[in-house]
């Protein structure tokens, strides 16, 4: 259910690479077809010869096993992907976090970008994934539901 509402939205002035677009949109429809047996193994078998490569470095990359590895490439989005220039961009995500309920959109967007930054250095290699604690401590949540206060506010 969750995984039905959620989608890794990458945002970039730059194309993505066409063959990672052509691999997600395939699993995609792999976990329409097939959601309970998705796997690399059919993933493969949907691709030319030629892609195989590029989807074992993907995998290997993720870390992830075969069918969480199918799951996470579907929830990817680059329809944002070669936009407009990086202060369009920030302007959109900007609007996007005050559209979220964010009160000091600008405060939280730095926030996010200097860990994303963080997490993207040499030093941070052994730490390199965002977790949910590092959401909570650095947006100084107390926890996981003190997040979603937008949509507390929409339910009540």
Same mark, same amino acid.
């Given at each position: 259910?969750v995984l ?12 993505a ?7 997600v949109?395939k699993?995609?429809l792999?976990?329409v077809?097939?959601p ?6 059919? $993933?493969?078998?949907k ?6 490569k590029?989807i /074992?470095k993907l995998?290997?990359?993720?870390g $992830?096993?075969?069918?969480t590895?199918? $799951?996470?490439?579907?929830l990817l /989005?680059?329809?944002?992907c070669?936009? /407009?220039?990086r202060y369009?961009l ?6 996007s976090?005050? +559209?979220l309920?964010?009160? +000091?959109?600008? +405060?939280?967007?730095?926030i996010l ?5 963080n997490?993207t250095?040499? /030093?941070?290699k052994s730490?390199?994934?965002?977790t949910?604690?590092d ?5 100084k949540?107390?926890d996981?539901?003190?997040?979603f ?5 929409l339910r009540?």
């Amino acid at each position: 259910m969750v995984l039905k509402k959620t989608t890794i939205k990458l945002i970039s002035n730059r194309p993505a690479s066409p063959l990672l677009s052509k691999l997600v949109s395939k699993a995609k429809l792999l976990l329409v077809s097939n959601p309970n047996n998705a796997t690399v193994e059919l $993933l493969k078998k949907k691709s030319k010869i030629t892609e195989y490569k590029a989807i /074992d470095k993907l995998q290997l990359a993720s870390g $992830l096993p075969s069918k969480t590895f199918i $799951l996470f490439l579907s929830l990817l /989005d680059f329809s944002d992907c070669n936009s /407009d220039s990086r202060y369009i961009l920030k302007q959109n995500s900007l609007k996007s976090l005050t +559209d979220l309920g964010a009160f +000091d959109a600008r +405060d939280q967007l730095a926030i996010l970008e200097s860990l994303l930054r963080n997490k993207t250095l040499p /030093d941070a290699k052994s730490t390199n994934r965002i977790t949910k604690e590092d959401i909570l401590t650095h947006f100084k949540f107390p926890d996981l539901e003190s997040c979603f206060q937008y949509l507390r506010i929409l339910r009540s």
